[in-house]
């Protein structure tokens, strides 16, 4: 069964510290794997990950994917209270269908 | 319309009642999910249609849960006798094609009572 695992569960920091968010996977047949930040609703996008060793970069927030080891990581450097979110971890396989969610990273950002 | 539209927005229903939750995607677009999503957790997978084509429904917790989406267009989730267990947000999701990006309606908060 496919199995996709976030680190930390939760976060707390101070405005202008730099978070790093872990996504772990095991997926059959991997296509892609994307994160998404979900404040009270739906899901935003935020980056869609293929290729291992491209890092993807939006401003302060930038992702980088290892298909060897199996992980993302999802860094936001000098964060903003607006950041705070669950910023949540997705895969797709190849077999087109099942898509696969962690639980997500509640980050909170104080000011 | 500009987003994915999900309708209604919060719905009661008193255990045993059927219900059914409508998601209109984004014009075009192929792939359409159904997500469950409990407080807490990550969205969890139900069931994903290309076009009119419902091509995986692993994710559908039982026999009481129904989708269609009769002309690749809309599309609804239904839920026959519900279980307080079914409590949650049930989120619908389009994409121009598999393994993209996912945009996402505000979902519908179910509620059984």
């Known amino acids: 069964e496919d199995k996709v695992v976030q680190s930390p569960l939760s976060l707390v920091v101070h405005e202008g510290d730099t978070v790093t968010l872990n996504c772990s996977y095991e997926?059959?047949?991997?296509?892609?794997l994307l994160w998404y930040k979900q404040e009270k609703k739906a899901p935003t996008f935020l980056f869609m990950l293929?290729?291992?060793?491209i890092e993807k970069k939006s401003g302060r927030l930038s992702s980088i994917l290892d298909k060897k080891e199996l992980f993302s990581i999802l860094n936001i450097t000098a964060t903003q209270t607006g950041d705070s979110a669950i910023y949540l971890c997705?895969?797709?396989?190849?077999?087109?269908?099942?898509?696969?969610f962690g639980d997500g990273t509640t980050l909170t950002v104080k000011p | 319309g500009a987003g994915v539209s999900q309708s209604p927005r919060y719905k009661v229903a008193k255990r045993g009642q059927d219900v059914a939750l409508r998601c209109d995607p984004i014009s075009g677009h192929v792939s359409l999910f159904w997500y469950q999503q409990a407080l807490g957790q990550g969205p969890e997978f139900l069931t994903y249609f290309q076009n009119e084509a419902q091509l995986d429904k692993s994710g559908l917790p039982s026999d009481r849960f129904f989708a269609e989406r009769p002309e690749g267009s809309v599309s609804t989730l239904k839920i026959q006798r519900t279980q307080q267990e079914d409590s949650a947000v049930y989120l619908c999701?389009?994409?121009?094609?598999?393994?993209?990006?996912?945009?996402f309606g505000n979902g519908t908060r179910l509620t059984v009572t």
């Open positions: 999701a389009s994409s121009l094609a598999y393994g993209g990006r996912l945009h």
């Open positions: 997705a895969t797709f396989s190849t077999n087109a269908g099942k898509s696969t």
């Open positions: 293929t290729s291992s060793g």
């Open positions: 997926v059959t047949n991997f296509r892609s």
